[in-house]
T-cell receptor, first 114, second 117 residues
Framework: DTEVTQTPKHLVMGMTNKKSLKCEQH?????MYWYKQKAKKPPELMFV???????INESVPSRFSPECPNSSLLNLHLHALQPEDSALYLC?????????????FGEGSRLTVL | AQKITQTQPGMFVQEKEAVTLDCTYD???????LFWYKQPSSGEMIFLIY??????QNATEGRYSLNFQKARKSANLVISASQLGDSAMYFC??????????????FGRGTQLTVWP
């Protein structure tokens, strides 16, 4: 079983809806990430939080709004999305100081925008 | 230039046979880490194996081994005794910089492995 839990697993939303994706980990990791993955493509980094502060925003459109309320939780707020935003959204976590930098991924939230 | 190149979009192997998935990388940083992840159809990215640029020995984890050829900048994954459950997409990835805190991974395009009985 994955130690990074993402909810919901599937989400269908219209272009005018507001929804949120949630991610939770209890491994004591202090770095958390959002990745976007289109079908048959590799994951693309969106955001990185390190010690609950936003460290990296890969020029993601403002209709995606990340939030890290505490060291265990990571949210991605969605508003006014486009059909091309339909994808698998993966959350990951790691210890910032470990040299291996291994990321632990959740199972993802599969988003469909109508 | 692509940081990670996986030239095999798809590979097929019979159960119990070994298979090699190719990966080449491009970096000028002397310190880097190489990773292989497995992604089944369920979507989860499962970490398989890690090789650091300064590691002298090839990494091994159970049935997985990494054939690290530094001069050729290749980091091929070898899966021994393939099982039906090994059917999945496999991604090679790289992180640059010693002790990077940001986990920025550069992924290859992936290889879809199919294991047949």
């Amino acid at each position: 079983d994955t130690e990074v839990t993402q909810t919901p697993k599937h989400l269908v939303m219209g272009m005018t809806n507001k929804k949120s994706l949630k991610c939770e980990q209890h491994m004591g990791h202090r770095a958390m990430y959002w990745y976007k993955q289109k079908a048959k493509k590799p994951p693309e980094l969106m955001f990185v939080y390190s010690y609950e502060k936003l460290s990296i925003n890969e020029s993601v459109p403002s209709r995606f709004s990340p939030e890290c309320p505490n060291s265990s939780l990571l949210n991605l707020h969605l508003h006014a999305l486009q059909p091309e935003d339909s994808a698998l959204y993966l959350c990951a976590s790691s210890q910032p100081w470990e040299n291996t930098g291994e990321l632990f991924f959740g199972e993802g939230s599969r988003l469909t925008v109508l | 230039a692509q940081k990670i190149t996986q030239t095999q979009p798809g590979m097929f192997v019979q159960e119990k046979e070994a298979v090699t998935l190719d990966c080449t990388y491009d970096t000028s940083d002397p310190s880097y880490g190489l990773f292989w992840y497995k992604q089944p159809s369920s979507g989860e990215m499962i970490f398989l194996i890690y090789q650091g640029s300064y590691d002298q020995q090839n990494a091994t984890e159970g049935r997985y081994s990494l054939n690290f050829q530094k001069a050729r900048k290749s980091a091929n994954l070898v899966i021994s005794a393939s099982q039906l459950g090994d059917s999945a997409m496999y991604f090679c990835a790289m992180r640059e910089g010693r002790g990077s805190t940001l986990g920025r991974l550069y992924f290859g395009r992936g290889t879809q492995l199919t294991v047949w009985p």
